[in-house]
């Protein structure tokens, strides 16, 4: 049901910065959960950043105090700037999103990826 579109990946050079974005379609619902993850090659996935549609975060480690993510409620739209940038930064961002609107377990979407590269 839900469709999960990101937006804003690129290249960019250490220290700089990026804003990804990422629309979900599909519920005429605030989604209860929304964030990114990420993977690098030979890695596994790791939580980037969560927030919730009451405005509760959270960070992995690796990204506190250099990424924000933020959210529109009413679009169901998520966007996370980042800052900063290492080449440590270097993967596929994934959009996510966890929805109790049709069932009390949750469901949980995937967007297709977008690639972060940081070059040193």
């Known amino acids: 049901q839900v469709q999960l579109v990101e937006s804003g990946g690129g290249l960019v050079q250490t220290g700089g910065s990026l804003g990804l974005s990422c629309a979900a379609s599909?519920?005429?619902?605030?989604?209860?959960?929304m964030g990114w993850y990420r993977q690098a090659p030979g890695k596994q996935r790791e939580l980037v950043a969560t927030?919730?549609?009451?405005?509760?975060?959270n960070y992995g480690d690796s990204v506190k105090g250099r990424f924000t993510i933020s959210r529109d409620n009413a679009k169901n739209t998520v966007h996370l700037q980042m800052n900063s940038l290492k080449p440590e930064d270097t993967a596929v961002y994934y959009c996510s999103a966890v929805d109790y609107s049709k069932n009390w377990y949750g469901s949980e979407y995937w967007g297709q990826g977008t690639q972060v590269a940081v070059t040193s």
């Open positions: 599909g519920t005429r619902y605030s989604i209860r959960i």
């Open positions: 927030i919730t549609n009451d405005d509760k975060t």
